[in-house]
């Protein structure tokens, strides 16, 4: 069992930064991919960012350039730093894993952390 702990959202305007925390409870990398889903308000949950056991990274086309995902494995936390935020960023974000695959289902889920982004 996996436990996935959040943090870091809030309020922002739009053009700022935010930087979201998840916090492991286990070793990462022990895990085969973690990452950043997002759930917009009436909208279908999105994969935003993924990061792989060999550090590898993926983003869906409306972050790259903005978000950027990394880990501390001594801290067993992901991050995911997101600059030039726009009000279309507004979700409630959740932190997800996988022992043994990619992140298209996710064996394990976080609680999530609302993202809102002012105009």
């Known amino acids: 069992q996996v436990e996935l702990v959040e943090s870091g959202g809030g309020l922002v305007q739009a053009g700022g930064s935010l930087r979201l925390s998840c916090a492991a409870s286990?070793?990462?990398?022990?895990?085969?991919?973690m990452g950043w889903y997002r759930q917009p308000p009436g909208k279908q949950r999105e994969l935003v960012a993924t990061?792989?056991?060999?550090?590898?990274?993926n983003y869906v086309d409306s972050a790259k350039g903005r978000f950027t995902i990394s880990r501390d494995t001594a801290k067993n936390t992901v991050y995911l730093q997101m600059n030039s935020l726009k009000p279309e960023d507004t979700a409630v974000y959740y932190c997800?894993?996988?022992?043994?695959?990619?992140?298209?289902?996710?064996?394990?889920w976080g609680q999530g952390t609302q993202v809102t982004v002012s105009s």
């Open positions: 997800a894993a996988d022992y043994y695959s990619d992140l298209r289902r996710p064996d394990y």
């Open positions: 286990v070793r990462i990398f022990m895990l085969n991919t």
């Open positions: 990061i792989t056991r060999g550090g590898s990274t």
